[in-house]
């Protein structure tokens, strides 16, 4: 069955994920706060998502961790995407670079991606928030970084892209003047196809104890910690932070298979959501 992208659903989701975001951004409580007297409390008026074993509030703390996922995967897909188009952009300057670029990309998809994480997670601070961002950046440029050298080859190959390099032009001029403005397009929707899978995998690096820092909440630490307390019937602890980071990856990748369905009505797109999964 097809699934139809309309204007209006994408535009109130995007309105939604950034009410969301603001949210969080200017909520007044931290959710560091500790009540002894109203620790492991059920989901209520007074607190949203219930209050954990230190009585801390769980709505607060998972807002705060939604904030931190988005800042440091916003940071990571930012890096990781620059990466991808710098290296596509290389692999077009003789046969040589496309081989090295080509060889660069399959060794890093021919290893385990949560392998892959993980010592890179250790190389650059596996206790350290810089080591989760560089992890992130360093371990999902390769798919991007195929599509993009494909779609540049696709214009390479165009008639007036061989016009405008017998001009004289420096081959930096000619890729800079008619190259990246039409991938450009396709690098942005990339770039937001990777942001989910950033957070989901950001997640997960947290869940078994990097980039963690005691002070600042991370849903992959809210969740981690909540796992110890679920067969004591605390439910909520694991499904309401858990449940929100569902919800915004959900709309993320609605949002971008949207632009991929926009984008695909063009002359020259190549761009497919399976080729992030």
Known sequence: MKKVFTQPTVLALSLCLLALILLAGFWPSSGSELSLLEKNLPPSLNHLFGTDWLGRDLFSRSLKALLASFYTGGLAVTLSCSIALLLAMFAQVNCAARWCVDLLVDVFMSLPHLLLLILLALVFGGGAQHGLIMAIAL??????????????????????????????????????????????????????????????????????????????????????????????????????????????????????????????????????????A
């Not at 957070?199 to 963690?212: I, K, S, V």
């Open 139 to 276: 371990s999902h440029w390769p798919r991007l970084t195929r599509l993009l050298r494909f779609e540049m080859q696709a214009i390479n190959n165009a008639p007036y892209f061989q016009l405008a390099k017998q001009f004289g032009q420096s081959p930096l001029t000619v890729i800079r003047r008619h190259m990246l403005p039409h991938v450009i397009p396709q690098w942005l929707v990339g770039g937001m196809l990777l942001f989910p899978h950033a957070l989901t995998h950001m997640a997960a690096l947290t869940f078994l104890g990097f980039g963690l820092d005691p002070v600042n909440p991370s849903m992959g630490a809210l969740l981690s910690q909540a796992s110890q307390y679920l067969l004591t019937g605390h439910w909520w602890l694991a499904l309401c932070p858990g449940g929100l980071l569902l919800i915004c990856l959900l709309i993320l990748s609605y949002i971008a298979n949207a632009f991929i369905t926009a984008l695909r009505q063009g002359p020259q797109t190549h761009v497919s959501g399976g080729e992030f």
